[in-house]
């Protein structure tokens, strides 16, 4: 079972932040999380990984609590290209091959 | 520059007729898994090879199967397939062997069985 829950669904204006949260309450010490997005009929996408810190990139940032047990992604400026399910995963294993999906989020960027 | 290849994108087979779909990297990463994902449904993992050693998921059907002849390729073989295969299959690959470890995802395979 996934370790992370998502809100099935949100909204956002394009041009505005869109802020994903996600709850991990049972995550252990040396797990990362991860998130990626899925577009219609595409692989997921990598976005952004982290520990404890405040993680940015490119395409996001990602807050974690100091508690670890949940996280939110931040994409600044939606596009409605940023349309997509958003997935976060806490991976377990010493590869990574536990990666365990939940529903994820349906994110839907309006214009 | 593709870094996780996947062919054919569509394939179509009999029900019952037996159906491999491949998987190509050029990252040179260790690891290769593949995921099954249903219509409206989250990935699922199939097994997976960290190098040469297969692992598979203890409720993956004996139906699907695997093989990795070098470290680029890697196939996923659906023996007998039913109408409830009918999904999109991904692979994807990651280095391994840390506790920090991005999987990278193929575009996908969209199987349908008629």
């Known amino acids: 079972d996934a370790k992370t829950t998502q809100p099935p669904s949100m909204d956002c204006a394009e041009g505005r932040a869109a802020n994903l949260p996600c709850n991990h309450s049972t995550i252990s010490g040396n797990e990362y999380v991860y998130w990626y997005r899925q577009i219609h009929s595409q692989g997921p996408q990598y976005i952004i990984h982290g520990l404890k810190n405040n993680e940015t990139n490119e395409m996001a940032s990602l807050i974690i609590t100091e508690d670890r047990k949940s996280s939110t992604l931040i994409l600044p400026h939606a596009t409605l290209r940023d349309t997509a399910v958003y997935y976060c995963?806490?991976?377990?294993?010493?590869?990574?091959?536990?990666?365990?999906f939940g529903p994820g989020t349906r994110l839907s960027v309006l214009p | 520059d593709a870094m996780v290849i996947q062919n054919p994108r569509y394939q179509v087979t009999q029900f019952g007729k037996p159906v491999t779909l491949s998987c190509s990297q050029t990252?040179?990463?260790?690891?290769m898994y593949w995921y099954q994902q249903k219509s409206s449904q989250a990935p699922k993992l199939l097994f997976h090879y960290y190098d040469k050693d297969f692992n598979n998921e203890a409720d993956t059907p004996d139906n699907f199967q695997s093989r990795r002849p070098n470290t680029s390729f890697c196939f996923l073989d659906i023996r007998s397939p039913g109408l409830g295969d009918a999904a999109m299959y991904l692979c994807?690959?990651?280095?391994?062997?840390?506790?920090?470890?991005?999987?990278?995802f193929g575009p996908g395979t969209r199987l349908t069985v008629l």
């Open positions: 990252l040179n990463h260790n690891v």
């Open positions: 994807a690959t990651s280095k391994g062997g840390r506790a920090s470890d991005t999987q990278y």
């Open positions: 995963i806490v991976r377990v294993g010493n590869y990574g091959q536990n990666f365990v």
